[in-house]
């Protein structure tokens, strides 16, 4: 059986949500259960760290429900996307506003995250372009 050209663009675009839900999971549970571990590391504190998880759990469950669709819709595509702009440029912006005193590892996990989020969105917003 051969697939389509549509179906497999599709699939690739599933996937690479499904491993978004991962990476906001992962990161997610790291910042609620565990901000007692990267507090020192990060400087991030836990007013910031657990609701920056609880969003980012919020985020996973979003994507994998998206994900999870018998068909994707582009609408809902897009708004994952425009979700993850958002996101990255506040990730982007925060170690530069003097509200938290972050840590150089700190800065660097803010504008890591914040470039792994702007290719998820990235690749994410060419998948939806495929869509019908």
């Known amino acids: 059986m ?14 690479l949500l499904r491993q978004d839900a991962a990476a906001c999971a992962a990161f997610g ?3 609620t259960a565990g901000f007692a571990l990267v507090d020192p590391l990060l400087g991030l504190g836990p007013a910031w760290a657990v609701p920056l998880g609880v969003y980012l759990l919020g985020c996973a469950v979003a994507l994998a429900l998206v994900a999870g ?10 708004g994952v996307v425009v979700n993850n702009a958002v996101a990255a440029a506040a990730l982007a912006a925060l170690p530069f506003t003097g509200l938290v005193d ?5 800065v660097v996990v803010m504008l890591g995250g914040a470039a792994l989020v702007v290719l998820f969105a990235v690749l994410e917003a060419a998948g939806a372009k495929r869509l019908a």
Do not use: F, H, K, N
């Open 2 to 15: 051969t697939t389509t050209a549509p179906a497999t663009a599709e699939a690739r675009l599933r996937t």
């Open 69 to 78: 669709y018998p068909v994707l819709v582009r609408g809902q595509v897009i």
């Open 102 to 106: 972050l840590t150089v590892a700190g």
């Open 29 to 31: 549970l790291l910042m």
